[in-house]
């Protein structure tokens, strides 16, 4: 069993900038793939990054892409999402996932999900 813990969501104003992290811990072995999701109120999960396990291959949704930067600290288990410029759009629930297996920017395929944390972006 593998548990996430995130933090660092928040209100923020449009243009501004958050930190979010996430942790695992449990029965867990290096090789694996971490991931941020998110749910809008009132839509479905969309995927939004994803990491490697070597931290060199990265995968970004269209929406965010140079205005948010996944990395890992293996020896952490720790995930990152900065985010920069936010936008009303950006307004969601956000999830961190792993996936014990190689890359997949699909909901279902991830076995471990955080709890989610909100983050709000007003205009």
């Known amino acids: 069993q593998v548990q996430l813990v995130e933090s660092g969501g928040g209100l923020v104003q449009a243009g501004g900038s958050l930190n979010l992290s996430c942790a695992a811990s449990?029965?867990?072995?290096?090789?694996?793939?971490m991931a941020w999701f998110r749910q809008p109120p009132g839509k479905e999960r969309e995927f939004v990054a994803a990491?490697?396990?070597?931290?060199?291959?990265?995968s970004y949704a269209d929406s965010v892409k140079g205005r948010f930067s996944i990395s890992r600290d293996n020896a952490k288990n720790t995930a990152y999402l900065q985010m920069n410029s936010l936008k009303p759009e950006d307004t969601a629930v956000y999830y961190c996932a792993v996936r014990m297996r190689l890359f997949s920017d699909s909901a279902a395929e991830y076995d471990y999900w955080g709890q989610g944390t909100q983050v709000t972006v007003s205009s």
């Open positions: 990491i490697m396990w070597s931290g060199r291959s990265t």
């Open positions: 449990g029965r867990i072995f290096s090789a694996y793939t």
